[in-house]
């Protein structure tokens, strides 16, 4: 088994340094450049940490419980769990993915990561939301993904709804479109609330009155489809921002109904993308993407940091489709969302 004294004999530096590197203490006390040599000659050298004598000498199990509202059965789960695998797996940790869509069954999975010994928790919910944290785990080092709590007292994050709504809709006045719809979400949300907010506010920053009859919320399936086909006949958009890319393939059907072409006629503008309908689409749909690993990611080094109490190098983090906050910034924290150009949006502004 390859030691702390072996490895530091191959890079020439000093077994307080290898042992500050490798047990994630060498922030603002090692030059980043030397710290990056002991970690590539670690893993040369096929150096694998003692975990048992880890945890014995810190008191800590270096486990992270990650527990999901009706998150790990939907297409977005992915994502943000990896984004926290990645993110602790560098940092030395093992995370526990628990799912619970009751609150019995939840209360079970708690009871079980604490079994476990966990140092702390992720918490998540299906879409964001604002939650109730439960009283059991109220007393843990806790931070929130994709969700917020109502009075504050525990980190958060979350997309920025606002700027997904500001933003798609900036992009089509870009594009030239006269007359934009935006066909939402009829249930009660925070990300209807916020999107609306978005496209409302840039409408009113580019000289344009809101008009309530080019709002269009929807649930889906048939009723859906009408709504959309008699805001069409009614109203003729030239541009539509969307809810979520799901909603956006109304407007495609209706447009080809009406002899229509999706880039040229009218403009589209989604959010997700998401893989079956962002990418199988004709023409590809332009959309913005939800920061679900960005999320995970930065969940997971923020919970770190509390556990441990230090500050950590977010130098080192990757790069990312959306740039991920500094662990400072003031909750709920809000990830300014990346929109993601393809085809369903004119090149050419029209004149209109």
């Known amino acids: 088994m390859t030691t702390m004294k072996e490895i530091a004999q191959a890079a020439g530096v000093s077994v307080s340094s290898v042992s500050l590197v490798l047990n994630g203490r060498d922030s603002g006390r090692i030059n980043p450049q030397l710290a990056n040599r002991i970690r590539e000659t670690a893993e040369r050298m096929g150096y694998q940490p003692n975990v048992l004598a880890r945890s014995l000498r810190t008191n800590r199990t270096y486990m992270i419980g990650f527990i999901s509202v009706e998150v790990a059965t939907t297409p977005y789960a992915g994502g943000m769990i990896q984004g926290a695998q990645d993110a602790l797996s560098s940092l030395g940790y093992m995370l526990l993915t628990v799912n619970g869509d009751t609150e019995q069954a939840l209360e079970s999975e708690i009871r079980a990561l604490k079994r476990y010994g966990v140092d702390g928790f992720l918490y998540s919910a299906m879409s964001n939301r604002v939650m109730t944290v439960p009283k059991s785990l109220a007393k843990f080092p806790l931070v929130l993904v994709d969700a917020a709590e109502e009075t504050n007292r525990f980190p958060s994050i979350e997309p920025d709804e606002f700027r997904i709504g500001y933003d798609a809709t900036t992009r089509l006045i870009e594009a030239g479109c006269s007359r934009i719809a935006y066909v939402g979400c009829a249930e009660p949300m925070v990300a209807q609330t ?57 407007v495609y059907e209706t447009a080809a109904r009406h002899g229509l072409a999706v880039g040229r006629d009218i403009s589209v503008v989604g959010v997700d993308n998401h893989r079956v309908f962002a990418e199988t689409l004709e023409p590809q749909l332009t959309t913005i993407e939800l920061p679900h690993y960005e999320m995970g990611y930065w969940a997971a080094n923020k919970l770190v940091s509390m556990i441990e109490n230090r500050p950590l190098n977010e130098g080192d983090w990757p790069h990312t489709t959306a740039v991920m906050p500094l662990l400072d910034t003031p909750s709920p924290v809000k990830v300014h969302c990346t929109l993601i150009e393809k085809g369903s949006v004119r090149d050419t502004p029209t004149t209109a």
């Open 194 to 250: 916020g999107r609306l907010a978005g496209y409302r506010q840039a409408l009113m920053d580019h000289g344009r009155g809101f008009d309530e009859r080019l709002q269009c919320d929807v649930l889906n399936n048939g009723p859906a489809l009408r709504a959309v086909e008699a805001l069409f006949d009614t109203e003729q958009p030239n541009g539509f921002f969307c809810f979520n890319d799901a909603r956006a393939w109304y």
